[in-house]
C-alpha cells in the first residue's frame, strides 16, 4: 500500500514538472489620443496666435498711418488757410500805409492840404476794394467794432477832404481858414494814425504774433 502511494506521488510530481508553465502578463491600458495630437494642437494654437497678432499689428499700423494722414491733412489745411490770411493781411497793410504819403508828417502846409483834398478820396477808394476782397479776413473784418473802426476812418477821410478842398484858395487870405485847415489836418492825420495802429494790432492778433 505505500508502495502505490508513494508511486503515485511519483507520477504526479513527474506530470507537474512537465506541464508547460503559462505565464500572463497585465495587458498595457490604449495610449489616449490626446497624447498624439497635443503637438498637433499646440503648434496650430501657436499658428493662430502668431497669426492674430499679425493681423492686430497690421490693423493697429493702418490705423495709425491714417491718424497720422488726417493730421497731416489738417494741419496742411491749416497752414494754407494761415498763409491766405497773412497775404491779405499783408495786402491790406500795403493798402493802409500808402496813405502815409498822402498825408505826410512833415512837409509844406499848402502841399499837404492839396494831398489830402486831391489824392486822400483815391486812397480811401483804394482801401476799401481790398477791404471788399478779403475772403479769409471776413470773420475779422466784419466784427462791428472793425465796421466802426473803417466808417470812422474813412468818414473823417471824406470830411477832411472836401473841407480843405473848399478852403484851399483862402488860405493865403483869411488867417481863420489858415488855422480851420491846420486842425482838419492834424485831426485826419490823428485818425490815420489810429486806425493804422488798429489794423497793425487786429493782424497780430489774428495771425497769433500777439
Given at each position: 500500500?505505500?508502495i502505490h502511494?508513494?508511486?503515485?506521488?511519483?507520477?504526479?510530481?513527474?506530470?507537474?514538472?512537465?506541464?508547460?508553465?503559462v505565464?500572463?502578463?497585465?495587458?498595457?491600458?490604449?495610449?489616449s489620443?490626446?497624447?498624439?495630437?497635443?503637438p498637433?494642437?499646440?503648434?496650430?494654437?501657436?499658428?493662430?496666435?502668431?497669426?492674430?497678432?499679425?493681423?492686430w499689428?497690421?490693423?493697429?499700423?493702418?490705423?495709425?498711418?491714417?491718424e497720422q494722414?488726417?493730421?497731416n491733412?489738417?494741419?496742411?489745411?491749416?497752414?494754407?488757410?494761415?498763409?491766405?490770411?497773412?497775404?491779405?493781411?499783408?495786402?491790406l497793410l500795403?493798402?493802409?500805409?500808402?496813405?502815409?504819403?498822402?498825408?505826410?508828417?512833415?512837409?509844406?502846409?499848402?502841399e499837404?492840404?492839396?494831398?489830402?483834398?486831391?489824392?486822400?478820396?483815391q486812397?480811401?477808394?483804394?482801401l476799401?476794394?481790398?477791404?471788399a476782397?478779403?475772403?479769409?479776413?471776413?470773420?475779422?473784418?466784419?466784427?462791428?467794432?472793425?465796421?466802426n473802426?473803417?466808417?470812422?476812418?474813412v468818414?473823417?477821410?471824406a470830411?477832411a477832404?472836401?473841407?480843405?478842398?473848399?478852403?484851399?484858395?483862402?488860405?493865403?487870405?483869411?488867417?481863420?481858414?489858415r488855422?480851420?485847415?491846420?486842425?482838419?489836418?492834424?485831426e485826419i492825420?490823428?485818425?490815420?494814425l489810429?486806425?493804422?495802429?488798429?489794423v497793425?494790432?487786429?493782424?497780430?492778433?489774428?495771425?497769433?504774433?500777439?
Amino acid at each position: 500500500m505505500i508502495i502505490h502511494v508513494a508511486v503515485m506521488a511519483a507520477v504526479f510530481v513527474d506530470q507537474v514538472t512537465q506541464a508547460p508553465v503559462v505565464i500572463q502578463c497585465p495587458q498595457t491600458a490604449p495610449e489616449s489620443w490626446v497624447k498624439w495630437f497635443l503637438p498637433t494642437i499646440v503648434s496650430l494654437v501657436s499658428i493662430v496666435t502668431g497669426v492674430g497678432i499679425a493681423v492686430w499689428s497690421f490693423r493697429k499700423n493702418r490705423e495709425s498711418e491714417h491718424e497720422q494722414w488726417v493730421r497731416n491733412q489738417r494741419t496742411g489745411h491749416g497752414q494754407w488757410i494761415l498763409d491766405q490770411k497773412k497775404a491779405e493781411w499783408k495786402e491790406l497793410l500795403q493798402t493802409v500805409s500808402g496813405i502815409e504819403s498822402v498825408i505826410p508828417a512833415v512837409s509844406g502846409i499848402q502841399e499837404r492840404y492839396d494831398s489830402v483834398s486831391k489824392c486822400l478820396p483815391q486812397r480811401i477808394a483804394q482801401l476799401l476794394g481790398v477791404r471788399a476782397s478779403c475772403v479769409f479776413l471776413c470773420d475779422v473784418l466784419h466784427r462791428q467794432e472793425s465796421v466802426n473802426a473803417f466808417t470812422e476812418f474813412v468818414g473823417a477821410s471824406a470830411v477832411a477832404a472836401e473841407c480843405l478842398q473848399g478852403f484851399n484858395a483862402q488860405l493865403e487870405t483869411d488867417p481863420a481858414v489858415r488855422q480851420l485847415c491846420r486842425t482838419k489836418y492834424e485831426e485826419i492825420r490823428d485818425c490815420y494814425l489810429k486806425f493804422c495802429h488798429w489794423v497793425q494790432t487786429e493782424a497780430q492778433m489774428d495771425l497769433g504774433e500777439k
